[in-house]
């Protein structure tokens, strides 16, 4: 007897007819001999309504009383949901975090689980009965509501799968897996039938929205394996496993790109030990996350240009800040610019095979595109290139890595 | 330091602006120095959408989860007035029913309360933080979320206040006290400043749905002190206390209506010891509850007409329990009407003073009404009459006990 769990996302729970559609999915696996814990968001538009509420009621709201309204969105999910499986004959039971209870930490809004209290769901799972689970909220050490952040029920998911000891844990949403490309841009984008968690971590991190990071860490720490697939339609989706589980690697699964770009120069900083630290320390106090970074020697030999980029929306912050220490940091100009774009192409297999990032500088080289910033991680190289170029960019990867479709 | 609690029901919490509204009523009686419990209902309109929805999901659905959900409405709202307390710069938190936890039997969709937690509670409200707690739900024994039927929030607000030693419990509504009759009906209606918890709970069993029936029962037995006041604008309520409060008591407090009355009338029934338990057993089987019986002995004497109401929802199913039986009961003509309607005078007084049944009869025969059945308790006398003559009733028998307005 093996143990599942399904994640259904709130386009695939949004009315009644759809809740009736993922009970008949649930079923299905019932019937197969499944034991089966079912996650649930919210109902599609319900937890904005709930956050403009708390947002509209008080501009410095208390994050614990947010969590009280936003948990309600699940609450209710949960409960229509196991209603819908007792109308199919399936036994069911919905669980609030509280219940289960699904322990964590006391940070409102974005909680972390600590634990997931086993024994009563252990035994009705064994039971048959199935587990209905409020995603996205928990219960704090002081026993109150908390919930785990934005699209946080894919972490419940994943917590519990890996607490039930569950074969899988499939997430149900609105598209139907992890694609090599986006399939907007590059028509001859293929949807993957495996993709590693390291990867996926780094498609998740450049925008791919398929699934949340977190959920996808944690199910590589807890070696969960994950099945991304519509609810929509009945084709396999997307397994995202350990490398282990994929036998034949190929060089590159996938080209992602991330517009969440702006890059910052300064010019003739001075080029002794402990410059990188002085411009980086007062923007990392600030909050202010710094992705790629390049480092040139000047012409003149003894001062250095600097580039770095942050995401657009803390541009203007970044800049402030570096303006505020000129005089201590002695740099000549700070020059930003938002029009660029971060394309990366990412695999696995790339480890144990030299020449992948040449490829792709060949690639953009041979349409006249410009590299600006270059950044490399153990299963990815990322360029930062002229917005203008990413479609351009991205299909010629696509088309240079053989990842076209037939 | 005296205590408060203060119940808000929907209409006094349907939108944001009227939370902010009832969160200023709250801080000025914690400004006066008071310590505070609130209990909101849901926002007006939310709970009837929950139970569509759970409705719709599924014909029999399971009671158990049908609390899950409809409890949410209440829930959003607790968060929302908690946060709009602190906007003001009271302390406050929301509590749920299973963090208080308000303890209920385990009768889903109108479960009864067993008990209140008080330790934390208690602890809380001394230091000077408003308790804001969700009406309507409970905890089981078996640990999931109860609901205590339809206006519960009364309950939980009477419950609370007994458990907290409140001074008093103000219940919030859209209306602002207990009138001596419909003010729809009867245009020379007062306001009542005082009213004893028996004559209220004749007066809401008659359909005055100012207050839940149960609260005021509760509110009895705990001595709590009511006040049913508007939360639309400043006027001092109804105070609902004990006989002892009331100096001055009047003969007739109030004179109420029902138009859920159906009459049925089974001529020549066997005069034989026993027959009224074999007409209303059956009924009683069948779960139908019997208000007003008469029994007169017939011409021949040797068989008697019997008379009784039922309400008009039932009035069918008592037609067929009785034909059923009809070879068993023996009975001649089976007569049933629903153009009837019940109206009682009411007052703690009566119990003192003899007349008050004679005036009422008085007043009637004057205007040419007939009187159908009489039924009279303690502090009630009730007739029933031609559905035709309500208004007229109403207004005479208004007049006649004096309760008319200058």
Chains 1, 2 share one sequence.
Not at 59 to 78: F, K, P
Not at 152 to 170: F, I, Q
Request: a negative charge.
């Amino acid at each position: 007897m093996t143990r599942l769990v399904q994640k259904f996302g709130g386009t695939s729970v949004a009315d009644l007819d759809l809740i009736r559609a993922a009970a008949g999915r649930v079923k299905r696996e019932v019937d197969a001999g499944h034991q089966v814990a079912v996650v649930v968001s919210a109902m599609a538009g319900v937890t904005n309504q709930l956050v403009e509420l708390a947002d509209s009621v008080s501009a410095m709201y208390d994050a614990r009383e947010y969590d009280v309204i936003v948990s309600t969105g699940e609450q209710a999910s949960a409960g229509l949901m196991a209603m819908a499986l007792q109308d199919l004959g399936v036994p069911a039971r919905s669980w609030m975090g509280w219940q289960i209870p699904l322990n964590t930490d006391d940070v409102h809004g974005r909680a972390r689980i600590t634990g997931v209290g086993m024994d009563e769901l252990d035994r009705r799972l064994s039971s048959g009965e199935v587990a209905v689970v409020a995603g996205f909220q928990g219960i704090g050490s002081g026993g109150r509501i908390t919930t785990l952040g934005r699209g946080g029920s894919d972490t419940t998911a994943v917590a519990l799968a890996a607490a039930t000891g569950a074969e899988r844990c499939d997430i149900y949403t609105d598209v139907d897996g992890v694609y090599t490309s986006d399939p907007r841009i590059v028509a001859r984008a293929r949807k993957l039938d495996k993709i590693t968690y390291e990867e996926m971590l780094e498609m998740a991190s450049l925008g791919a929205k398929v699934l949340q990071t977190r959920a996808v860490e944690l199910a590589m720490k807890e070696g969960v394996r994950l099945q991304v697939l519509s609810s929509f339609n009945n084709s396999p989706g997307t397994l995202v496993v350990g490398e282990e589980e994929i036998m034949e690697q190929v060089l590159v699964s996938g080209i992602a790109y991330s517009r969440d770009e702006a890059k910052v120069t300064l010019t003739r900083v001075a080029d002794r030990p402990g410059v990188a630290a002085a411009v980086f320390g007062p923007l990392a106090e600030a909050d202010i996350n710094v992705d790629m970074i390049v480092q040139n020697v000047a012409a003149d030999e003894k001062t250095t240009d600097i580039t770095f980029t942050v995401t657009r929306r803390d541009l203007q912050r970044a800049v402030d800040v570096l303006e505020k220490n000129r005089d201590h940091l002695g740099f000549g100009d700070l020059l930003s610019a938002s029009d660029v774009v971060k394309v990366s192409v990412i695999g696995v297999g790339m480890r144990s095979h030299a020449g992948v990032a040449q490829s792709m500088f060949k690639a953009l080289a041979d349409r006249g595109i410009n590299i600006q910033v270059i950044s490399t991680s153990e299963i990815k190289v990322s360029v930062l290139i002229d917005e203008e170029y990413t479609e351009l960019a991205l299909r010629a990867l696509h088309g240079a890595y053989g990842l076209d479709a037939d």
